[in-house]
């Protein structure tokens, strides 16, 4: 097949984007990549969720699905909004990079190593409460831009520290940028952190066989459980939501945590888990997150 990705133009989204058309061509397809810039990429003085929310990453290249002047877009899952608009379907999701998230500092080994009253950059809802939660002493300033305009802003001296997913640094050749890595335990990932995910026209059945060898089982069922705890919670950039899922002994265990972002409060936590023996079996793994949504509502969670 002739295949063309819709694909952001930042660094990280044209690896990404090279990367699955790396894999698409040893498999014996032509693939080009369609280059675009989304309005989550144009507008870096606000949060996204005041602005629109993680939609305005893709919404440009579900339009060019759509024309026809690509096939495939490929996306960090984690950007990509619980509901896809109709006509659109998630086709593939990869193996899973790294979902933790990485404390980045010049100055600083650890979050404990930074002072009383450093400042610390992310524009993260999710990351901020799990940050107040561990070091409430701390300043949580917002930080907006691609990787490279993050990590430029912290060379600058604008953050004692910031916080990035370490897969995009790794991705990025990038693993000296990490200081430490954040275990689950403190800083639970987002749904679908450190997963690809790619999108196509629900009616190109032809793409769906052609991406087919591209999946992976464990990691599709690990993030439908995941997206499943934000879809049932209303879940966008304003919700300060954490879902992890992972593989332990045969069952697919997931944690959630939430918090309120407009003031301090203990975290709402929840956990389930399941047996599930069909590698293809999405439907056990989103009604194990809807479980999980509905522990955090009974605790207070909204």
Known sequence: MHITIATRESRLALWQAEHVQSLLQQRGHTVTLLGMTTRGDQILDRSLSK??????????????????????????????????????????????EDPSDAFVSNRYATLADVPQGGVVGTSSLRRTVLLRAL???????????????????????????????????????????????FAATDMLPAAGQGALGIEI??????????????????????????????????GSCSMPLAAFATWVNGQLVINAAWGDAEQPAPLVTARAQAAISDPTDLASATALGEQVAAQLRAGGAV
Request: aromatic share 4%.
């Open 51 to 96: 602005v629109g929310g993680k939609g305005l990453f893709v919404k440009e290249l579900e339009v060019a699905l759509d024309e026809g002047r690509a096939d495939i877009a490929v996306h960090s899952l984690k950007d990509v909004p619980m509901d896809l608009p109709e006509g659109f379907a998630l086709a593939c999701v990869l193996e899973r």
């Open 135 to 181: 070091r409430p002493d701390l300043q949580i300033a917002p930080l907006r831009g691609n990787l490279d305009t993050r990590l430029r802003k912290l060379d600058e001296g604008q953050f004692d520290a910031i916080v990035l997913a370490s897969a995009g640094l790794l991705r990025l050749g990038l693993p000296e940028r990490i200081r430490s890595r």
């Open 201 to 234: 026209r629900a009616d190109r059945a032809d793409l769906v066989a052609a991406l087919a060898p591209l999946a992976h089982a464990a990691t599709w069922q690990a993030v439908a459980a995941e997206r499943a705890v934000s879809r049932s919670m209303g």
